[in-house]
């Protein structure tokens, strides 16, 4: 079982849909979670990120965790094509390392 | 934030022959910069923790003598490929923890492609 788990997609939507995107994790340690956007042939970018349970919002972007399910959620309302990305969770123990897990990303496509 | 530059985008090799990418800092001194490797539909895999003045730190399974890391300054780590192969095809990422310790700034990438 891989540490972190997320649907590579993909997951087409049209504009102004609310996007759910979803990672499952294995390791209870895991206290900082991250949610980061990449476009196509280029780094990722961090959105947001979230410590231990509960939301997070900034924007149109909204972050939730639950630990006790160890399942977190990105959501974007009022999505728009520039939107259309690979989204990637990730996620690290609260040790100092500095070894973030990533998941596989999941890729998004907002249609006009 | 720190801003990361990486060199070259894209490249293009022989195979055999060895491939040198700069990762900076521009703005941040990093006495850490990170190595990741991405597959087409597969996440981020980290190959290599560069540390300014020592030695590099690399994952399992990463092969030492087949990716250099050189980390000589707070602002510079360079990764070269030697003898490279088609199976080293791949998009190679440096990144650099962030100013406020949580998450990293990512270089925009390199994409390698051996023929």
């Known amino acids: 079982q891989k540490e972190v788990e997320q649907d590579p997609g993909p997951l087409s939507v049209p504009e102004g849909a609310i996007v759910s995107l979803n990672c499952t994790y294995s390791?209870?340690?895991?206290?900082?979670f991250m949610w980061y956007r990449q476009y196509s042939r280029k780094g990722p970018e961090l959105l947001m990120y979230?410590?231990?349970?509960g939301n997070k919002e900034d924007g149109r972007f909204t972050a939730q965790v639950d630990k006790s399910s160890k399942y977190i959620s990105l959501f974007i309302r009022d999505s728009q094509p520039s939107d259309s990305a690979t989204y990637l969770c990730?996620?690290?123990?609260?040790?100092?390392?500095?070894?973030?897990?990533f998941g596989t990303g999941t890729r998004l496509k907002v249609l006009a | 934030g720190a801003v990361v530059s990486q060199h070259p985008s894209r490249v293009i090799c022989k195979s055999g022959t060895s491939v040198k990418i700069e990762c900076r800092s521009l703005?941040?001194?990093?006495?850490?910069m990170f190595w990741y490797r991405q597959f087409p539909k597969q996440s981020l895999m980290l190959m290599a923790t560069?540390?300014?003045?020592?030695?590099?730190?690399?994952e399992q399974g990463v092969e030492k003598d087949k990716f250099l890391i050189n980390h000589a300054s707070l602002t510079l780590s360079t990764l070269t490929v030697t003898s490279a192969h088609p199976e080293d095809s791949s998009f190679y990422i440096c990144?650099?923890?962030?100013?406020?310790?949580?998450?990293?700034?990512f270089g925009s990438g390199t994409r390698l492609t051996v023929v």
């Open positions: 560069s540390n300014e003045g020592s030695k590099a730190t690399y």
């Open positions: 390791n209870s340690a895991f206290q900082y």
């Open positions: 979230t410590y231990s349970s």
């Open positions: 703005d941040f001194q990093a006495t850490t």
């Open positions: 990730a996620m690290s123990t609260t040790s100092g390392t500095y070894k973030y897990i």
């Open positions: 990144s650099v923890s962030r100013s406020t310790g949580v998450g990293y700034t």
